[in-house]
């Protein structure tokens, strides 16, 4: 039997919930990892109101879907950043321009999804950190040992508190290793889980997409970090380097074909997902499979659909028995 195929819902948040769920069941999909922002999840409404999460969870049994983790990505950045003026953008209107409200505001609310998370029968909540020191990424001007070791001992302490409502609540937290958080990469994450060494409900959420083009083999990430990883992302990217152009993005938006790397649907870039699912069979994960769908070059619900559909041809299970045994004596 294939692992559960979900769809994570944060790039089709301007569809109401019940169009999200009446399509995700028509392009081939299991279940959701519901985003908690734009129309999809209210975290402290669902943490609150027993009767709201009553409804959602009505609407996933009319489609037949389940949801096992919920994202709350946008909302965990806020936590780990500060004065960035595109923090805006995630946090409530009424916090715009004010740092310290906005960090606050996303403490308290990562400790609600911890609730919310519980109430709607998940055990994973996917999303970020932020990062106090992503902006000394170059170091230059020259970025000192002990600033280093100061942001990661930030992170540790702002999610403290948080961390302690996820245990309340039987609640693991998968960080996705991206860019713009305290891990983005291979070491940058063996730091930080070392950091959080005391704290086993603190994961990885393994996404390869984001991986693949800083020249990280996903499958070997994914191998060396197993006993971490409590939640997967389908997603792929492509590295398109052609003489002018780099990996650092030169400010040129996403699809753009200028640029030296870009999201693709699954099974249109250079992500070995075969090598992924014989690690996953190995190391005997059975969590979600959820397809985290961006590429702007292609029409998302063909995308998603096309996506689904090749989830399901490679999301083979490991053998049972040794193929040489048939030839036995």
Request: with cysteine; net charge negative.
């Amino acid at each position: 039997m294939s692992r559960l195929l979900t769809i994570m819902t944060c790039q089709w948040a301007d569809l109401d919930m019940e169009t999200m769920c009446k399509k995700a069941k028509e392009m081939g999909y299991d279940g959701l990892e519901l985003a908690c922002w734009g129309n999809h999840l209210d975290v402290k409404r669902a943490a609150e109101d027993d009767s709201y999460v009553a409804e959602i969870k009505a609407l996933l049994a009319k489609y037949d879907l389940k949801c096992e983790a919920l994202a709350a990505h946008i909302i965990g950045q806020c936590v780990g950043d500060y004065d960035d003026p595109r923090l805006n953008n995630f946090a409530p209107p009424e916090l715009a321009d004010k740092p310290a409200e906005i960090r606050a505001w996303a403490i308290e609310t990562m400790k609600l999804a911890a609730v919310a998370a519980k109430k709607m029968g998940c055990s994973i909540v996917t999303g970020f950190t932020g990062s106090p020191i992503w902006k000394y990424l170059y170091s230059f001007p020259q970025t000192p040992e002990s600033m280093v070791e100061a942001g990661y001992q930030q992170i540790y302490d702002l999610w403290t508190p948080i961390l302690d409502e996820f245990v309340k609540n039987g609640i693991k937290f998968a960080l996705e290793v991206h860019p713009g958080e305290i891990a983005f990469d291979y070491y940058s994450t063996k730091r930080l889980l070392e950091k959080f060494a005391d704290r086993p409900e603190f994961g990885l959420n393994f996404d390869p997409s984001h991986l693949i083009w800083q020249g990280i083999t996903p499958h070997i990430f994914l191998q060396d970090f197993a006993d971490k990883v409590y939640h997967v992302h389908m997603k792929d990217a492509a590295v398109t380097l052609d003489g002018r152009s780099g990996l650092l993005g030169s400010h040129i938006d996403f699809g753009d074909l200028r640029r030296g790397w870009n999201f693709r649907s699954l099974g249109h870039g250079d992500v070995d997902f075969e090598n992924i699912i014989r690690v996953l069979n190995a190391i005997g994960y059975e969590g979600p499979l959820s397809v985290e769908w961006e590429d702007s070059g292609m029409e998302r619900e063909y995308g998603a659909k096309e996506a689904a559909e090749f989830v399901r041809k490679i999301d083979f299970r490991a053998s049972d028995f040794k193929f040489d045994d048939a030839i036995a004596n």
